[in-house]
């Protein structure tokens, strides 16, 4: 264990003063009011957070084991992450990059070189970063490769999951996320995930770039078929298009490897990073490659106001560090083992499938047996949250810096909840 790495230790300071003294429901009411009705929350209202534990205005704890899509895989307000962030507070928080700052181009270094690439390209949300990878893969596709102009194409996944730009949900088959969003924007052409011949029978000598998630997270933690990511690599290779890993919710030690990429030894031709980057507390994303493929762009090509902003880079360098001592892959790798293994040995009925990859489990529920919803409602009664996807699966994605103690008890409530079944 190392000094950066520390475990969950609770607290009881979760008044916040600057919270006017209301009941939950007083706070539920007030967002269904006020905010545009996009999502549909568990009903739990978070007044304070620390490690795998967050605490509700009525003083109640709950296990997180959502940690916000992964982007909390270091735990919620992780010491090293909030030292780095109040001390950069007392410095500069926003300079945009018409002028340089001091932790930028080193934020730049270090992130290539946990990549094992050139340089890095910076923005703020995950859709950014994918947004970001469309258009570089796009003018690679013309300056470099000479695909006739106009006319690039970039294969993606049925099943995929890349954000919520107008542009993304083009390429999205989830009637949900696209109806109503139209028109949409061209290039782009769907092969079924997990078929390698299928991407390479999609290829056409305009094709640019193949996007897609090493695992797909919002799909329902679909885990490919062995030999697909190397197999994607050497089509992609002797085809002369670009391999792009969305890499925003499997990145940075979520399946066990600090890369989805790593469990096959493979090596993208573009990481394309977010969530954990940022620590769970600032929104920072990023898209790696080498100088070939991101020297493309020039300047006034591309940009964001916030992109490469010192405080996301202060916390983005703290995360880094915590990458680099290795201990949150391991744990995820080891935790994940036992979780799976528990799951699979002990059998919850009602389940038709269990998926999993490090620290990270779909468990797909019989619908004859309720919604995963109905089952994630319930335990959150009993003290744990627990998100679905889709109607069918509930996914299990703990900070990494869970204790064993704490996913056993978590372990324990999914497996009671199954077990009991459809409730009348
Ligand atoms: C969450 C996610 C995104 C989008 O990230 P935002 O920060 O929500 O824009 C893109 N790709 C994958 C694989 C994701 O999980």
Redesign the pocket.
Known sequence: MTDDVRLDAPTNDTMNPETPHSTAADFIAEEGRFSAPNYHPLPVVVAHAEGAWVTDVDGKRYLDLLSA???LNFGHRHPSLIAAMHNQLDHVTLTSRAVHNDLFGSFARELADVCGMDMVLPM???????ETAIKTSRKWGYDVKGVTPESARIIVCDG?????TTT?VSFSDDETARGGFAPFTPGFDSVPYGDAAALEAAITPDTVGFLF?PV???GGIIVPPPSYLREVREICTRHNILMMA?????GFGRTGETFACDHENVKPDMY?L??ALGGGIM?L?AVVADSTILGVMTPGTHGSTFGGNPLACAVGLAVLRLVRTGEFQRRSKELGEHLAARLRAESPAHVREIRSIGLWAGIEIDPAAGTARSYCDRLLERGIIVKDTHSTTMRVAPPLSISREDLDHAINEIIAVLNEGPVA
């Not at 703020?124 to 994918?130: I, S």
């Not at 995929?160 to 919520?164: A, K, T």
């Not at 969305?246 to 499997?250: A, L, P, V």
């Open positions: 899509y992964s982007a703020n949300t995950g859709a950014e970063a994918v995929n999951f890349h954000g919520r993304i998630e797909q997270g919002e969305d890499e925003i919710q499997t394309i977010g969530k929104p994303s």
